[in-house]
C-alpha cells in the first residue's frame, strides 16, 4: 500500500477552478493506477476520475467530463485532478485513491487498495 495525502481544496465560486494534489509514499507510485472519488454532504461517495499508470487511459464521471482533467506526475509521486468550470453541485470531500494494477482501472471503491483523508472543495453560487 501507499501513503495518501491530498491537498489543493478550497472555497471557489461557481465558475472557477481548483487542482487537487495528492501526494503519495514510497517508491513503486508507478505501478498504481489512481483515482478521485467525492462524496457530497448527505450523498453516496461517487466516483470522479481515474487514470492508468502510463496516462494512457483515464475515465471520467459524466458529471465531470469536459471539466476535470485527471493527470500524473510519477517522478514526484503525485496525481491531480484539475477542476474547471466549477457548479455548486461539485461541492464535496474529494479523495485520492491507489490501486495496485498497471492497466485497469474501476469505478468502484472498494477496488482501491489505498485511500486519502480528503479534501474539502466547497462552490458557491
Known amino acids: 500500500q501507499v501513503q495518501l495525502a491530498e491537498s489543493g481544496g478550497g472555497s471557489v465560486q461557481a465558475g472557477g477552478s481548483l487542482r487537487l494534489s495528492c501526494a503519495a509514499s514510497g517508491r513503486t507510485f508507478s505501478s498504481y493506477a489512481m483515482g478521485w472519488f467525492r462524496q457530497a454532504p448527505g450523498k453516496e461517495r461517487e466516483f470522479a476520475a481515474a487514470?492508468?499508470?502510463?496516462?494512457?487511459?483515464?475515465y471520467y464521471a459524466d458529471s465531470v467530463k469536459g471539466r476535470f482533467t485527471i493527470s500524473r506526475d510519477n517522478a514526484k509521486n503525485t496525481v491531480y485532478l484539475q477542476m474547471s468550470n466549477l457548479k455548486p453541485e461539485d461541492t464535496a470531500i474529494y479523495y485520492c485513491?491507489?490501486?495496485?494494477?498497471?492497466?485497469?482501472?474501476?469505478?468502484?471503491?472498494?477496488?482501491?487498495?489505498?485511500w486519502g483523508q480528503g479534501t474539502q472543495v466547497t462552490v458557491s453560487s
Open positions: 487514470i492508468t499508470w502510463n496516462e494512457r487511459t483515464t
Open positions: 485513491v491507489a490501486r495496485r494494477d498497471l492497466y485497469s482501472l474501476s469505478y468502484t471503491w472498494e477496488h482501491y487498495d489505498s
